[in-house]
Structure formats: C-alpha cells, structure tokens
C-alpha cells in the first residue's frame, strides 16, 4: 500500500459522517419509534455503536438506520410516519417535538440509499420549513402529505408526490411536483431538478402476518404507506351504530359519535371493544362471537361491521345474534388535535361498510360519496359539506347537506332523498355523526343513520372513511 496514498470518502460516506458528527455531541433524545420491522434492521448511533430494530424500539436524533435485506416503519410523535424499503440507508439528523407546535419543532431526516414512503405530520404541516429529507443529491421538502422517494444506482434522486406538493432542489434549481407526477434530481449537480415521466417503484412493504388491508390506494392511485393496526388504549374518538334501548320491540338504533373513547383491537386491529363516554350506561360495547365484515384500516383509521353475538349493557334487552345483512358498523381513529385554520380541501372515499337495514330484510347495499370542508378556524368554524350516496336493494337514498366544526368532532342532519325525489311529507331523515383523524386532519371517519317511514318504517346504517 502507497502511505502517501490520499484517502477519498464517497458522497454517502462523507454525508453520512458530516450527519454522526452533527450529533455526536447531543443528549439523547427520543425521536421516534419502530411500528413494524422484519429482516436485518439496525440502528447505529453517532458514536458507532449498533442495535438491532424491533417492534418497539425507540430511535433517537442522530441515529442511522439500515435495513439491509429487511423492511421497517418509523412512527414519529407528531403523527408523521416513514416505511423504509429493503436495502435503504435513512438518518434521523435532528427530530424535536414536544407535543405541541411552538416554533422549536424540527423533523430533518437523511436518505442515503434505498427507498421510503413517507406521510408526514404536525411538522410538516405546521412550519414547512422545519421538515426537510435530505439525500445525496438533493434536498426534499414539504408542501403536501405523503410521497415516495427513491435514490437511483447512480445516485440521482427521483419523488412523485401522493397528495399536495413536494419540492426538489439542488445547487442549480428547485421545482414543485405536484400530487401524482414526478420529479428528478439529476446526480451531476451542476443540472437543475426536473419533471420527469418516470414514476419512482419500490416493492410494496410487507404486513405482519396479523394484518388486514383495508383499500391501501388513495384517489390517484398510489399506494399508501402501509401501517401496523391501531393499537388499544384510549384517547379515541368513534361514530357506531348500535341496538338502542327499544331495538328489541321494533324501535330505531342509537347512532353516537365522542372522543375520549377507549377501544380495545385485536390482533388484525379490529375493533372488540369500546367505551364511548357520551351515552352513560349504554357506552360500552362488545363483540362476543361471530365476526366482522368489510373491515379495513390505514393505520389512522378503522372500520368495520360487526355481526354475531355483540353485547351491550344490561339496562337493555340483548339483540339476537346479527346476520350478514344486518351488524354494528363503526368507524374509529384519534381525533385531530389542533384543526387547520384556513383552507379547503376534498375528501374521497377511503373505505366503508356496506349499509344495512337494521332487520337484515334484504342484502347489504353499497355506500359512495365525497366530502368538501373549508378549515375556518375556531371562531368561524369549519364547514363540512356532504354529499352521499346510499344504494340498496330497490332504493336509492341520496344524502346532502353540511354543518359546521368548531373541534374535531361534527353533527349533521343531511336532507334525503329517495331516487331524486322528495320523500313524502317528510317521512324521510338521515343524521351523520363524525370526527377528523390525524396530526393534520388529513382522513375523515362518518357514521350515517337514515330513517325511511314513507310506508313502513325502515332504517339504514353504516360508516365510511374519507381522506384527502
């Protein structure tokens, strides 16, 4: 070996270094925590020391993780979550929340090799500028909720945004890509960042074998990050429909919504049982036996229709065990915490349960629909405007109309039509009961209640999951 020889670090080595040597000097910290993990994974900190990465594991700044032939999934304190592809290189370079937005919040992140998706939180939406994903040949910030991001074999960066809009810059340039194209950031610097046809594919990440996908796409096309189930605890808020106090004689169902719920899941994140705080005696529900039906999940969200035996207080007469074409529809996820203050946006469907009528009388029927909201902060309020379609058997219920939030959670009593027409002398009613999930209101959980008495009296269940 020549001693005189000079010793050359490549590009990811002296990022990487400049990144350890940025935070060796730090307190540790927690900065994250690992949700889903398989393979290989570790974690090394800035001092050089290893640890492998399991279900659980806490991350700090500083810390760089590597997956090599293995997968993983970071959950952050403000709601921003990453999913980490085989062979990838990714660094906590400086994470700061301390529960609540206060101007000293940072979420810095480094992508070296590899792959990740990533769905950012309360930072990102907060103050832009304090979320940032460096890599080797670019920098990524945020202007929008999710997106992918892929370093190339000869380094070059390439991201297509899944909502809002991302930026790309380097030395020479910087440009927006907007929710469903793509960007390129070209690994000689000297060339500015650039739209690009090509769409950045990373093999999707795996489930836990205990895991049920709900519908894992968003409204164009893209894959959303996948996520481990909800978790049991409290601090929940849930929209159900259930068997009330004079179901047993022919009576309507209760259909109620509360935050503060405590909810017990399985282990595929189906909900078993819950505590809704708003109804007294009549809070507590609990799936016995049987099994639930069109259920799905994002890791915000929650639904699902139990049917079997469910169990309610004593104070009333027990239903009968609940067929396929009847059940107990909820939807359920943590509130938002702190609601935007301007803006609008359009909400698309998620997932739902199919509706059914209450007696199991005829088969499930089929839900759609959109929501339109205009965030106005706590004094004007933010307006929720629904427009919904409900299709059973032999009838159509059209439902319309909006209300105003002044927190998380909303009420609404939408007008119902049936085919286009009024009902007669309005014997027909709908209430929708609902609530915003995630850091920044980015999903919707609804349950709808119609009441159809124009001959008979009839009542129509169900819930839906939006997202925008």
């Keep these: 070996m020549n001693p005189r020889a000079p010793f050359r670090m490549n590009r990811n080595a002296v990022l990487l270094a400049v990144i350890s040597a940025a935070f060796a000097g730090n307190a540790a910290a927690s900065a994250g925590r690992i949700d889903f993990s398989i393979g290989g994974v570790v974690a090394t900190r800035p001092d050089g020391q290893q640890r492998p990465l399991v279900k659980g594991s806490e991350l700090e700044s500083g810390d760089t993780i590597r997956t090599h032939d293995g997968r993983a999934q970071i959950r952050f304190p403000d709601g921003a979550y990453v999913s980490l592809q085989p062979n990838t290189v990714f660094g906590v370079r400086e994470y700061r929340y301390d529960g609540r937005p206060d101007g000293s919040e940072r979420g810095f992140f480094s992508l070296l090799k590899g792959a990740m998706r990533a769905v950012t939180g309360l930072i990102g939406r907060v103050h832009r500028n304090a979320f940032q994903i460096s890599t080797p040949t670019a920098t990524v910030g945020i202007r929008g909720t999710g997106g992918l991001i892929v370093i190339l074999p000869d380094g070059s960066t390439l991201i297509r945004g899944s909502s809002g809009i991302w930026s790309l810059s380097n030395a020479s340039g910087s440009i927006d890509v907007p929710a469903g194209t793509s960007g390129l950031a070209p690994a000689d610097p000297s060339q500015p960042p650039q739209e690009t046809g090509q769409a950045p594919t990373a093999p999707p ?191 159509t219920y059209n439902l319309s109309g909006s209300t105003t939030a002044t927190s998380a959670m909303f009420s609404a009593n939408p007008a119902v039509t049936i085919g286009g027409s009024s009902c007669f002398s309005g014997a027909c009613s709908a209430s929708v009961e609902g609530f915003f999930a995630g850091a920044s209101a980015q999903r919707i959980g609804v349950g709808y209640q119609i009441t159809d008495s124009q001959t008979t009296v009839k009542q129509v269940v169900g819930t839906a999951a939006f997202t925008k």
């Design 205 to 395: 990440a795996p489930l836990p074998s205990d895991f049920v996908a709900g519908d894992q796409r968003t409204s164009n096309g893209d894959p959303i990050i996948s996520v481990v189930p909800l978790q049991s605890g409290g601090g929940y808020a849930a929209a159900i429909a259930y068997p009330g106090a004079t179901a047993s004689s022919g009576g309507v169902w209760d259909l109620s919504a509360s935050a503060g719920s405590t909810a017990v899941f399985n282990s595929s994140g189906q909900l078993t049982s819950v505590n809704l705080p708003c109804c007294g005696f009549f809070a507590d529900l609990s799936l016995l036996s049987g099994s639930q039906l069109d259920f799905g999940t994002d890791g915000i969200l929650a639904w699902g229709r139990w049917t079997g035996s469910v169990s309610i207080p004593l104070d009333i007469s027990q239903p009968g065990p609940l067929s396929s074409n009847q059940g107990v529809p909820y939807v359920i996820g943590i509130p938002t915490p702190s609601m935007p203050t301007s803006g609008s946006a359009t909400y698309t469907l998620l997932g739902a349960t199919q509706p059914t009528y209450i007696d199991g009388s005829t088969s499930p029927g089929a839900f759609s629909g959109t929501i339109n909201v205009n965030f106005g902060g706590a004094k004007a309020g933010t307006t929720v405007g629904m427009d919904f379609t409900v299709a059973m058997p032999g009838t």
